[in-house]
């Protein structure tokens, strides 16, 4: 979203003539929310055109004024946003709500986890403790490709575009990163290895170990023939899930919470790898836009490669 199109907004303010009735009280500030860009749109009452924003202590110009309810600012480069304060003739509102940027970052930022290697360096990756990895060729054959679009269940995700025996995946330790959309599911790619279970704003998360049978009621998305490892191919299925968790579609999704498993991997210790998030469907954005389903799209280009 960006500022042009918060305009429309304006119509649900009142005409100037009956401004004076929201705008003589002092401000106040009920929601900031990121758009992901570097734009933020301020929500609240007594707002006026002259108003003037501070985010994080540093006054914000120039002020898009959208209606008594509602401004919009952008951040200056490199601002981690910050205590929101607006001020009107009126006085100054109390800086108790927070435009925090760090909610824009994509699923990939926090991908620390080599979990696919290339056939021909099998020891480039690590998802087990044991050294054992995802073949990039065997999932390249499923239709799993740095960057490639996979359709699941309804829900269209980026497959993540590090290189083979970059980090790909986050483990699932309770972190927040930004996806936003309106839909009835909210989907997940991951594999667990020595069966792994947590709880985040998805509410239970529980999967069956990578290459152990998966059960007849866990969703397998991918069953790949071998696995490299320190000796190479490891000639024994591993499997890729998908998750699907019910959620509201009358309310908008602005950021997920992963299951709280572990931030660490090894020998016999339970832990989730999530590959990639989407929404279901054509995800209904703010203002009736489409939103993308991927999570990346939603927050820009994709990390390639980082932690």
């Given amino acids: ?66 209606g008594t309810n509602h401004l919009a600012v952008t951040l200056p480069l490199g601002s981690a946003g910050g205590e929101v304060s ?28 080599n979990g696919v290697s290339p056939d021909s360096n099998p020891a480039g990756g690590n998802i087990d403790g044991f050294g054992y990895s995802l073949s990039a060729e065997a999932l390249a054959a499923k239709g799993f490709s740095p960057g490639s679009l996979v359709n699941s269940h309804g829900v269209t995700f980026a497959w993540p575009t ?4 970059q980090p790909d995946n986050a483990l699932a330790a309770g972190q927040t990163f930004g996806l936003i959309g309106s839909s009835a599911t909210l989907g997940f790619l991951a594999t667990s290895t020595y069966a792994a279970k947590g709880t985040g704003t998805v509410n239970v998360l529980s999967l069956p170990d990578w290459a152990n049978p998966p059960p007849s009621d866990v969703d397998t998305v991918a069953t790949l023939p071998y696995r490299d490892g320190p000796g190479g191919r490891g000639n024994r299925d591993v499997h890729l899930f998908y998750v699907g968790v019910p959620i509201d579609p009358h309310k908008t999704v602005k950021s997920v919470q992963l299951p709280m498993v572990g931030s660490e991997f090894g020998v016999g210790v339970p832990s989730t790898h999530i590959f990639a998030a989407g929404l279901a469907g054509s995800p209904d954005l703010a203002l009736g836009k489409i939103a993308t389903q991927s999570s990346e799209a939603y927050c820009g280009s994709p990390s390639r490669g980082r932690r």
């Avoid at 305009?7 to 992901?36: E, H, Y």
């Fill in 1 to 66: 979203m960006h500022l042009g199109d918060l305009a429309v907004l304006a119509a649900a303010g009142l005409r100037p003539p009956f401004q004076d009735l929201t705008t003589s009280k002092r401000p106040k500030v009920a929601l900031a929310t990121p758009t992901c860009t570097s734009d933020v749109l301020i929500s609240g009452s007594g707002f006026a055109p002259d108003a003037r924003v501070s985010v994080g202590g540093r006054e914000i110009r120039p002020v898009t004024y959208i």
């Fill in 86 to 113: 607006v001020t009107t003739r009126a006085g100054t509102s109390a800086a108790d709500v927070d435009a925090n940027s760090s909610l824009c970052s994509g699923l990939s930022t926090h991908s620390g986890n």
């Fill in 162 to 165: 590090a290189s083979a025996g």
